[in-house]
């Protein structure tokens, strides 16, 4: 008869020694007590789920009532033309409890127009009691006569001087509604707090929690009297960067399918002959250079797999050498600008492409930096770990030692009293055995060979096809760098490859 006591005790041992068959009996009586508490479970679990569902109703709750009370923001716009050498005289309303007035000038301000223009006072538009927000003001001059009395019906008074000898028009929009900024960054910190919350506690998946933090924070803007038009947040949503991640993420799922990085693992694997050194930099260096022109997120889940495996093939503890893999696919993932979405998002904005950094451009800047950031790495891995003991995992010692030494330490923690007994005779007898027992090192060449069979090409037709696309996008990132013949983005580039990838596999 198993008790209390000798089961709470298995329960306590390592995962590896008790799910081991000569512990069957506790087993079968573990499984009949959780039965036993499985109803306990689904109770606390329905309370779980009733306290979410509350809690994220009434964050819907809220954003629904902010959004059916407050109004979309429309800013008014006036037209106005300033004569020639002349100054032009606006008066905008001014409500006593608001401290901010917000307004754009916007007109055609050419270069050319640099010799008949003075500069701009950028604080003549700061006073005490409201800021500003300016754009485009390059070439006029603005004075603001004000009162420092607030009066409750006071009026903003706005001089705009044209020192041109031509008359110039512009439009001109304001907004007198606006809160104070503290608010807004308080309750952008909050949404924040509660997209990350959401994310790392894994109370929805991750998708819903960014739409569900999306309205939220439009609710916020709504709140702060700053609420957008659809048409606004329509244009808020960069689709350059979605279709290029978008296109570029399948081609690499078409790769992952022909299972080219596990194979690419144990080729480095192969060449390195089993060497720890050169089998980690090999990894590392193949994993910057992958991660450059495919995501490298992406990348790491690929190669993570084989990787742990490599580890366990050669007594290697995964945790540093994953690590290590991670740090190098962020480092080359830095160099082109489709290796990671932040870099996608850098230069696929306006102002940066008018700049001209172009693939090529961004590329020539990142790959020194990304070459410096991969010696002194090696380096510093090579200095942190410079005794290889600590990378490996008992290596002076056979795996069936291994197994004795787990089984004696379970022993250990073993006390001697009656209702332990049985679990100690149980464990005694298995080291017993072990100790009988003799396994023989395995060999680099069987260890390759079992990589071999567990990680072959498994569609070299459509490895080649794939290879080929990816070849051809690359190069039309290249040339599409050259400005004379530039005439497609990024995303149209990848766009391209991913409709040949799809019409030559035959995926469509």
């Known amino acids: 008869e198993i008790c209390d006591t000798a089961l709470n005790k ?11 068959p000569c512990f069957n009996d506790f087993q079968r009586k573990f499984n009949e007590n959780a039965a036993n508490s499985e109803q306990n479970k689904q109770q606390s679990f329905k309370i779980i789920q009733y306290s979410k569902t509350i809690g994220l109703s009434l964050i819907w709750i809220l954003i629904t009532c902010y959004l059916l009370i407050k109004e ?79 009066a409750e019906n006071a009026s903003i008074e706005i001089f705009i001087k044209n020192s041109m000898k031509i008359d110039f028009p512009f439009k001109f929009s304001y907004d007198l509604d606006i809160e104070n900024p503290t608010y807004s960054i308080i309750l952008a910190g909050f949404v924040l707090i509660f997209l990350y919350g959401l994310i790392i506690w894994e109370v929805v998946h991750r998708t819903f929690a960014s739409v569900l933090s ?5 609710a916020c803007l709504a709140i702060v009297n700053d609420r957008p038009t659809m048409k606004e947040i329509i244009n808020w949503i960069d689709f350059e960067t979605i279709m290029l991640l978008f296109c570029m993420m399948i081609i690499t799922g078409i790769l992952t399918e022909t299972g080219v990085f596990n194979y690419l693992a144990v080729f480095v694997y192969r060449h390195t002959k089993g060497k720890i050194w050169a089998l980690i930099h ?6 910057t250079v992958v991660s450059a022109f495919l995501d490298n997120v992406t990348t790491t889940l690929l190669i993570s797999p084989v990787t742990i495996t490599l580890c366990e093939t050669m007594e290697l503890d995964p945790v540093p050498v994953l690590m290590m893999i991670v740090i190098h696919a962020n480092i080359g993932g830095t160099t082109t600008p489709v290796g990671d979405p932040p870099n996608v998002i850098i230069t696929s904005n306006p102002y940066v492409v008018k700049g001209g950094v172009s693939f090529m451009t961004f590329t020539k800047f990142m790959g020194m930096g990304v070459i410096l950031c991969v010696i002194s790495t090696a380096f510093y891995i090579r200095v942190m770990y410079r005794n290889v003991g600590k990378l490996k995992k008992n290596c002076m010692v056979s795996q069936n030692d291994k197994l004795v030494h787990e089984w ?21 007898e298995k080291i017993s055995q072990l100790s009988s027992s003799t396994m023989e090192p395995e060999t680099f060449e069987l260890k390759l060979k079992k990589m071999e069979q567990m990680y072959p090409i498994k569609d070299k037709p459509l490895l080649y096809k794939a290879c080929a696309v990816l070849f051809f996008v690359i190069s039309l990132f290249l040339i599409e760098s050259v400005p004379e013949i530039q005439r497609l983005s990024l995303s149209w580039c990848a766009l391209l490859g991913l409709l040949l990838l799809l019409i030559i596999s035959n995926k469509y």
């Open 72 to 150: 979309e923001k429309v800013l008014k716009h006036e037209l106005h033309t300033i004569g020639a050498d002349s100054t032009y005289k606006l008066i905008l309303p001014y409500e006593s409890d608001k401290h901010t007035v917000r307004f754009w000038i916007e007109g055609y301000f050419g270069v050319g127009l640099d010799e008949n223009t003075t500069n701009v006072c950028k604080d003549c538009l700061e006073f005490n009691f409201f800021g500003d927000y300016l754009e485009f003001v390059k070439f006029i001059d603005i004075y603001v006569a004000h009162n420092n009395n607030k």
């Open 214 to 218: 999306s309205a939220l924070a439009i």
């Open 408 to 428: 004696e330490e379970a022993l250990k923690t073993l006390g001697s009293s009656d209702n332990e007994a049985v679990l100690k005779g149980i464990i005694q």
């Open 10 to 20: 298995w329960k306590s041992l390592p995962d590896s020694i008790k799910n081991d």
């Open 282 to 287: 090999s990894l590392c260096i193949l994993t």
